[in-house]
């Protein structure tokens, strides 16, 4: 349940912290579905046999296929039911993954906080990475200060303890997807991305801002 005071309180946070987003990863090999389709979460992508590259850690969602949540409405769905966006690009799961590759491999998404308020959707949202034991999970936007935002619009990776790489994994998950229109921002890395991003915006008439991150804003390497 939404009233004025929650979104007031929304927009102040995004005024005093303007690093903070709803930031989604995924392979620039996933491109042109999303593009097309939106953000789907991983049991539909599974469940309808839909060709993508898996950035997914198995542990990690062998951990979210188990664990059930209450989201807004009373819905209640297993986490992998659901799209995951973090508060930050700088996250160290984003972290991991473009380490251990190349980063033009990947591109981020920029969705906009409008999406909390479509009546289509619902959501929950985290004080850390959903997969931890000790995450706290909220579907009422009333419990947004429990979100570690200073925390999260810090701009550097030195984690030192499991308490810090959990909060900086927060989450809003988002069910049962997020449509295009919602996309703010489509991120590449390098100049190859942004080429290919662009002519996949135009193929299917997205009215959506392609950045090329040039000065390392929201890829950390």
Avoid at 80 to 107: A, C, N, Q
Avoid at 155 to 167: P, V
Wanted: glycine content about 6%; proline content about 3%.
């Amino acid at each position: 349940m939404t009233n004025n005071g929650d979104i007031q309180y929304l927009t102040d946070i995004t005024n005093k912290y303007p690093t903070i987003n709803l930031c989604y990863i995924a392979s620039i090999d996933n491109a042109e579905s999303i593009i097309e389709n939106g953000i789907l979460s991983y049991a539909d992508v599974k469940h309808n046999n839909i060709k993508h590259k898996s950035t997914a850690n198995p542990d990690v969602q062998g951990r979210r296929e188990r664990k059930f949540c209450m989201c807004s409405g009373g819905l209640q769905h297993i986490v992998h039911d659901l799209v995951p966006l973090y508060f930050t690009t700088k996250t160290p799961t984003s972290f991991r993954m473009i380490r251990e590759s190349d980063p033009g491999e990947y591109f981020f998404i920029i969705v906009k906080w409008d999406i909390l308020f479509d009546a289509n959707s619902s959501f929950i949202f985290t004080d850390g990475n959903a997969a931890c034991g000790d995450t706290r999970f909220f579907c009422d936007l009333k419990h947004l200060s429990k979100i570690p935002w200073a925390f999260l619009s810090e701009n550097g990776r030195a984690y030192h303890h499991d308490k810090e790489i959990r909060q900086r994994n927060a989450e809003l998950l988002i069910y049962p997807k997020i449509d295009n229109k919602y996309f703010a921002k489509v991120v590449a890395h390098d100049l190859a991305g942004g080429e290919k991003l662009t002519k996949l915006k135009d193929r299917y008439n997205l009215n959506v801002e392609i950045i090329v991150d040039k000065d390392g804003e929201f890829f950390d390497v």
